[in-house]
Every structure is written in C-alpha cells, then in structure tokens.
C-alpha cells in the first residue's frame, strides 16, 4: 500500500537484492496505481520470468521512464511480458534487459513493440542469446521506429544474416546514434 498511494518518490532502486518472484509481486501490486515512479532499478533480482510478468503489468504504467532488469533469468517468456507491456506504454525512455537469456522469440517480442513505440531512446540487449532470427525481428523494428538512438546486442548469437538486418534498418532509422554489436558469434 505504501508504493500504491505514495505521491513523491520517483526512484526505486532494489538492485543485488535477490527479490525474486514474490517481490516482483509486491512491487508489481504497489504500483499499479502509482502516479510518480520514474525510474525502477530491479537489476539483478533473480525474478524470472514470473516476475517478469508482474513487472511487465507495472509497463503499463504511464509514468515510468526507465527500467533496469539487467541480470534477472526472465528468458524469453519474461521479455514477452516485458514487451506487451511496453505495447502500451508511451513514457519509457530507457529500458535494459540484458543477461537475461533472452533468445529468438523473446527478441522478436521486443522487436514488435520498437515499431510502434515512439519514445524509447535506448535498449540493451547485451549478453543474451539473440540469434539472427531475433536480430532480424529487431532490425524491422528499427526500421519503422524513429527514436531508437542506442541499441546494445553485444555478446549475443547474432550472424551474418541477422547483422545485415540491423544494418538494412539504418537506412530508415536515422535518430540511431550508436549500435554496439561487439562479439557475436
């Protein structure tokens, strides 16, 4: 109750805690109808990808800014939690999902929401299993996204094929600043 009606705290910082799911429950349940959270540090949490599924309710959220779940095992399941809750989301600015044993299907989620989404500005995927069928989904989404300006794929599984995607999205995303795609495959 104390995150659900609190009207001046804009940052929750719970990082290294080990939370886990229950705790991604509490903060999920907290902030359904918080109207100030800016900015959630869950990083390194060990919420999965239940966890993942409370926390993407908590997208949903139009208040939120930025969202760090670096190092938290929510696989692909959790990163299309994370996704359908960013579907409706139009404040998020930042998010990190990297070292979350993301693969294909959870990249192709993450994918879809960067076509519609107009205000997320930097993602990083760093440190997952992203292979080119995940880097190509991301890669259409850049095509069509316009507000994309640092995109980290680094330590994936990614290809020749799925870098020439990334690459072909360059050539209609022009607000992309920065790509750090360093030592896949």
Same mark, same amino acid.
Do not use: M, P, W
């Given at each position: 109750?104390? +995150?659900?009606?609190?009207?001046?705290?804009?940052?929750?910082?719970?990082?290294?805690?080990?939370?886990?799911?229950?705790?991604?429950?509490?903060?999920?349940?907290?902030?359904?109808?918080?109207?100030?959270?800016? #900015?959630?540090?869950?990083?390194?949490?060990?919420?999965?990808?239940?966890?993942?599924?409370?926390?993407?309710?908590?997208?949903?959220?139009?208040?939120?800014?930025?969202?760090?779940?670096?190092?938290?095992?929510?696989?692909?399941?959790?990163?299309?939690?994370?996704?359908?809750?960013?579907?409706?989301?139009?404040?998020?600015?930042?998010?990190?999902?990297?070292?979350?044993?993301?693969?294909?299907?959870?990249?192709?989620?993450?994918?879809?929401?960067?076509?519609?989404?107009?205000?997320?500005?930097?993602?990083?995927?760093?440190?997952?299993? #992203?292979?080119?069928?995940?880097?190509?989904?991301?890669?259409?989404?850049?095509?069509?996204?316009?507000? #994309?300006?640092?995109?980290? +794929?680094?330590?994936?599984?990614?290809?020749?094929?799925?870098?020439?995607?990334?690459?072909?999205?360059?050539?209609?995303?022009?607000? #992309?600043?920065?790509?750090?795609? +360093?030592?896949?495959?």
């Amino acid at each position: 109750a104390v +995150l659900e009606n609190n009207t001046t705290i804009k940052t929750i910082d719970l990082s290294d805690n080990d939370i886990g799911v229950e705790g991604a429950k509490a903060i999920g349940v907290g902030l359904r109808k918080n109207a100030t959270i800016q #900015i959630i540090n869950l990083r390194s949490n060990n919420i999965g990808a239940d966890g993942a599924k409370f926390i993407g309710a908590v997208l949903k959220n139009t208040t939120i800014q930025a969202i760090n779940l670096h190092n938290n095992s929510i696989g692909d399941e959790g990163a299309k939690a994370i996704g359908a809750g960013l579907e409706s989301n139009h404040t998020i600015q930042s998010i990190n999902l990297g070292n979350n044993g993301i693969r294909d299907d959870g990249a192709k989620a993450i994918g879809a929401v960067l076509e519609n989404n107009t205000t997320i500005e930097t993602i990083d995927l760093l440190s997952n299993n #992203i292979g080119n069928d995940g880097a190509t989904a991301i890669g259409a989404g850049l095509e069509k996204n316009t507000t #994309i300006q640092t995109i980290d +794929l680094s330590f994936n599984c990614i290809g020749e094929d799925g870098a020439k995607a990334i690459i072909a999205s360059l050539y209609h995303d022009y607000a #992309i600043e920065k790509i750090n795609a +360093l030592n896949n495959r």
